[in-house]
């Protein structure tokens, strides 16, 4: 058990050192991350001056070096357009898109997991069928295109939710909607295979053998067993959910990381840029581990491997 | 009894030891039992249209993608010009045909997913054949990639990374190309870890040939089904991710029609002109819905263990 955590430990460390590492050099694509950070119209001699002065002249390992020392304190420059600390303005933004993320996940688990076990439990009949076109609806759907239909339906037309900024529960429906319908469809599929799965298991049979009621067959024998790829799709969806608040905070003027980030990158302004980046990412890993915990009490198997 | 699996894993030695004439009637087996799933010929039918939209967008489009009027912007769909010209989708802000622009914006959905697909499935088929093959300490850094790649939320770093290259079509197909392996990569990596215990796989290796020769005769033939299933579900997401960028900015630039550009137009008049945000994204919706059914019958028919 120790050893198991301990070995994902460590490669949790890897996989964030290999993102710091992604990090550093997306400043570098162009090979000239001085002429980069300045604005178009900077001479010459300015982005000489600025390249010496910021060290771009060093090796890289010395570079990224200093990169690395900088990032495991927080430290990734200052925005060049507000002159304050890159990293505190995201952690600024943080909450915002926790809270969008969050909501988003909120409503996947509430309304997919019980749609997936009615799904496989009264498969073939109408809910069944209604609920795998939705899902199959759900996961084609971008998510840009449902944001705006949303604002078209329940803001221009109905006039019944904000389309835009974040402040009372009714700002946090529509995104929270938008954001979650994709990891809703994926989760409710996903569960449905699961408990068809599990149902036609061989201690199921004998559950219901030595007469357990239908009811905790299904929600507790079954949907146990059935949690786990569950539980690991969930930390992998929160990859796709904050990947897509990017999108969904732009359509919504949602005041978090995603949309600091798409006007960071308009703006030229990479220091934010490369902090957002490096935040989403330890966040995705850290969360991951987590679930491998959660994983070892699921299924005790894994304890022993 | 119906002819076996094409080549799954269960019957390896099949496929390869069958001479070449019997693999036409294997693609006719195939094909007929894709047909014969409804939502599968679905899928293929609307997959065919896109194609066929996309390569004659000349001859099919009633109008020029292009071509301005502003006398006759946002007009409502179904309007008739002066010259008794149908616009059956509508015109847009500067009076262009939405119908034609939505015609001529599946040439760029399609040629960056084909294009993007096949970069991200050659390096992730490469990947995961050799992680897969040879094991051990390159296994483990390929897959600590792996996992170093997903950390990163797709968009986040395609969006930063375009910006820093500059938009194009080129940067856009290779940016989504090279981060998309992983998922190649897994699912080959699997095939190939049983694959490699295999007794043909053991006999070549014992008879004294290469490795790249056993990869390349041996182990990539049988590791081609999966690859495929993967590689068709991939493209939906594919053209999910080219026409978000598109919608922010960072896709290919105007004037040239792509789904998710005419969709961010279409946001700035949705009080006004609901149309123009409307038809794009219902074409995206159906063009990834029909080939995720495509994708999901391929694998119920080819491979139904498969997890993708």
Redesign the interface.
Same mark, same amino acid.
């Given at each position: 058990m120790r050893s198991y955590l301990l070995r994902r430990l460590w490669q949790s460390l890897l996989v964030l050192f290999g993102v710091s590492v992604v990090v550093f050099f997306i400043l570098h694509l162009t090979g000239d991350p001085a002429a980069l950070l300045l604005p178009p119209d900077a001479t010459a001699e300015d982005i000489a001056k600025f390249r010496t002065a910021m060290g771009f002249d060093d090796p890289w390992v010395v570079q990224y070096a200093r990169f690395l020392k900088g990032a495991v304190r927080g430290d990734f420059g200052e925005s060049l357009r507000h002159g304050e600390p890159a990293m505190g303005l995201v952690l600024e933004r943080l909450p915002a898109t926790f809270e969008l993320a969050g909501a988003g996940l909120l409503i996947a688990l509430t309304l997919a997991i019980p749609a997936g076990i009615v799904s496989a439990v009264r498969r073939n009949t109408s809910v069944d069928y209604v609920s795998t076109v939705v899902a199959l609806l759900g996961q084609a759907m971008p998510t840009f295109w449902l944001g705006i239909m949303l604002i078209l339906v329940f803001s221009v037309r109905l006039n019944w939710l904000p389309s835009s900024g974040r402040g009372s529960l009714e700002h946090l429906i529509l995104p929270a909607i938008t954001l979650g319908l994709f990891t809703t469809a994926r989760i409710t599929r996903l569960t449905r295979s699961g408990m068809l799965e599990v149902l036609g298991q061989d201690y199921i049979r004998t559950a219901r053998a030595k007469g357990v009621g239908e009811s905790p067959v299904v929600w507790k024998h079954a949907l146990k067993n059935a949690s786990i790829p569950i539980v690991t799709i969930v930390g992998i969806e929160l990859g796709t959910l904050l990947g897509g608040s990017v999108i969904t905070e732009t359509i919504f003027a949602w005041p978090g990381v995603g949309r600091l980030s798409v006007q960071a990158i308009f703006n030229r302004d990479y220091p934010v840029v490369q902090s957002a980046v490096f935040l989403l990412a330890s966040t995705f890993v850290i969360v991951n581990l987590l679930v491998d915990v959660i994983y070892t009490y699921l299924d005790p198997r894994i304890r022993y491997r | 009894m119906a002819a076996l699996p094409p080549s799954s894993v269960a019957t390896p030695v099949v496929p390869l030891a069958a001479p070449r004439p019997s693999a036409d009637r294997e693609w006719v087996t195939l094909l007929r039992r894709l047909v014969r799933r409804r939502t599968a010929l679905f899928g293929m039918l609307v997959v065919l249209g896109v194609m066929l939209a996309a390569v004659l967008a000349p001859v099919v489009s009633p109008f020029d993608p292009l071509e301005q009027d502003i006398g006759q912007r946002l007009r409502e769909p179904g309007w008739q010009d002066a010259q008794g010209r149908l616009h059956p989708l509508g015109t847009d802000h500067l009076g262009r045909d939405i119908l034609a622009r939505i015609v001529f914006g599946s040439r760029i959905a399609l040629v960056v997913g084909l294009a993007a697909v096949a970069i991200s499935g050659v390096l992730g088929m490469l990947i995961g054949l050799v992680a897969g093959y040879f094991g051990g300490r390159v296994d483990d850094f390929l897959m600590?990639?792996a996992? !170093?790649q997903? *950390?990163?939320?797709?968009?986040?770093?395609a969006? +930063?990374?375009i910006?820093?290259?500059g938009p194009s079509l080129q940067n856009i197909i290779i940016v989504i190309g090279v981060s998309s392996w992983v998922v190649y990569a897994r699912v080959v990596r699997g095939e190939v870890l049983s694959i490699r215990e295999r007794e043909y796989v053991q006999a070549a290796i014992a008879l004294g040939s290469q490795h790249w020769r056993v990869l390349r005769h041996h182990v990539l033939p049988n590791t081609l089904t999966p690859w495929l299933v993967v590689a068709t579900l991939d493209m +939906?997401r594919v053209i999910?991710i080219e026409? *978000?960028l598109s919608?922010?900015?960072?896709g290919v630039q105007p004037p040239t029609p792509t789904w998710?550009g005419m969709?961010a137009d279409?946001?700035v008049y949705?009080?006004t002109a609901?149309w123009l *945000?409307?038809f794009?994204?219902l074409a !995206?919706?159906?063009t990834?819905?029909g080939i995720?059914?495509f994708g999901d019958g391929l694998r119920d028919t080819l491979d139904p263990r498969l997890k993708v």
């Amino acid at each position: 058990m120790r050893s198991y955590l301990l070995r994902r430990l460590w490669q949790s460390l890897l996989v964030l050192f290999g993102v710091s590492v992604v990090v550093f050099f997306i400043l570098h694509l162009t090979g000239d991350p001085a002429a980069l950070l300045l604005p178009p119209d900077a001479t010459a001699e300015d982005i000489a001056k600025f390249r010496t002065a910021m060290g771009f002249d060093d090796p890289w390992v010395v570079q990224y070096a200093r990169f690395l020392k900088g990032a495991v304190r927080g430290d990734f420059g200052e925005s060049l357009r507000h002159g304050e600390p890159a990293m505190g303005l995201v952690l600024e933004r943080l909450p915002a898109t926790f809270e969008l993320a969050g909501a988003g996940l909120l409503i996947a688990l509430t309304l997919a997991i019980p749609a997936g076990i009615v799904s496989a439990v009264r498969r073939n009949t109408s809910v069944d069928y209604v609920s795998t076109v939705v899902a199959l609806l759900g996961q084609a759907m971008p998510t840009f295109w449902l944001g705006i239909m949303l604002i078209l339906v329940f803001s221009v037309r109905l006039n019944w939710l904000p389309s835009s900024g974040r402040g009372s529960l009714e700002h946090l429906i529509l995104p929270a909607i938008t954001l979650g319908l994709f990891t809703t469809a994926r989760i409710t599929r996903l569960t449905r295979s699961g408990m068809l799965e599990v149902l036609g298991q061989d201690y199921i049979r004998t559950a219901r053998a030595k007469g357990v009621g239908e009811s905790p067959v299904v929600w507790k024998h079954a949907l146990k067993n059935a949690s786990i790829p569950i539980v690991t799709i969930v930390g992998i969806e929160l990859g796709t959910l904050l990947g897509g608040s990017v999108i969904t905070e732009t359509i919504f003027a949602w005041p978090g990381v995603g949309r600091l980030s798409v006007q960071a990158i308009f703006n030229r302004d990479y220091p934010v840029v490369q902090s957002a980046v490096f935040l989403l990412a330890s966040t995705f890993v850290i969360v991951n581990l987590l679930v491998d915990v959660i994983y070892t009490y699921l299924d005790p198997r894994i304890r022993y491997r | 009894m119906a002819a076996l699996p094409p080549s799954s894993v269960a019957t390896p030695v099949v496929p390869l030891a069958a001479p070449r004439p019997s693999a036409d009637r294997e693609w006719v087996t195939l094909l007929r039992r894709l047909v014969r799933r409804r939502t599968a010929l679905f899928g293929m039918l609307v997959v065919l249209g896109v194609m066929l939209a996309a390569v004659l967008a000349p001859v099919v489009s009633p109008f020029d993608p292009l071509e301005q009027d502003i006398g006759q912007r946002l007009r409502e769909p179904g309007w008739q010009d002066a010259q008794g010209r149908l616009h059956p989708l509508g015109t847009d802000h500067l009076g262009r045909d939405i119908l034609a622009r939505i015609v001529f914006g599946s040439r760029i959905a399609l040629v960056v997913g084909l294009a993007a697909v096949a970069i991200s499935g050659v390096l992730g088929m490469l990947i995961g054949l050799v992680a897969g093959y040879f094991g051990g300490r390159v296994d483990d850094f390929l897959m600590r990639l792996a996992d !170093i790649q997903l *950390a990163f939320p797709f968009i986040l770093l395609a969006i +930063a990374v375009i910006g820093v290259l500059g938009p194009s079509l080129q940067n856009i197909i290779i940016v989504i190309g090279v981060s998309s392996w992983v998922v190649y990569a897994r699912v080959v990596r699997g095939e190939v870890l049983s694959i490699r215990e295999r007794e043909y796989v053991q006999a070549a290796i014992a008879l004294g040939s290469q490795h790249w020769r056993v990869l390349r005769h041996h182990v990539l033939p049988n590791t081609l089904t999966p690859w495929l299933v993967v590689a068709t579900l991939d493209m +939906a997401r594919v053209i999910v991710i080219e026409s *978000a960028l598109s919608f922010l900015g960072l896709g290919v630039q105007p004037p040239t029609p792509t789904w998710g550009g005419m969709l961010a137009d279409g946001r700035v008049y949705l009080s006004t002109a609901w149309w123009l *945000a409307t038809f794009p994204g219902l074409a !995206i919706l159906i063009t990834v819905l029909g080939i995720n059914l495509f994708g999901d019958g391929l694998r119920d028919t080819l491979d139904p263990r498969l997890k993708v």
